[in-house]
């Protein structure tokens, strides 16, 4: 008689399950590290720069990704964290969204 969880591990079942695995993991490593918020200073030095930008602080904000995954509270704390620093000048950079435009402007712009 065979037992109900009785399963021949060959490998076949090893690679399928692995594989059943790095895909999980992979989701899981990404869907955690979704609202990651970094702020970094870089302070730049050019030789050539005119003195009418000495002092000059740009914030560089990249990559915000709004999605599904992303929600309305992450980008609400990545907008308290920029009006927070002082700047000259803003630029967005990288992938604004993921996935459709079409929604885009009614779901995300009222937040931004």
């Known amino acids: 008689m065979k037992k109900a969880f ?3 591990f060959n490998r076949r079942s090893f690679i399928k399950y692995s ?21 970094e200073y870089v302070q730049l030095n050019f030789s050539n720069l005119p003195s009418s930008f ?13 999605s599904f ?22 630029v967005i950079t990288g992938d604004l969204i993921t996935g459709s435009v079409n929604d885009f402007w009614k779901r995300w712009m009222p937040v931004l």
Do not use: M, P
């Open 69 to 90: 995954w992303v929600g309305k509270n992450y980008l609400k704390q990545v907008v308290r964290e920029v009006n927070k620093l002082e700047k000259d000048l803003l």
């Open 19 to 39: 594989l059943r695995l790095s895909v999980l993991a992979s989701v899981g490593v990404g869907y955690a590290g979704r609202n990651d918020l970094t702020t």
């Open 54 to 66: 000495k002092g000059f602080r740009i914030v560089q904000v990249s990559d915000l990704h709004a």
């Open 6 to 8: 009785e399963h021949r």
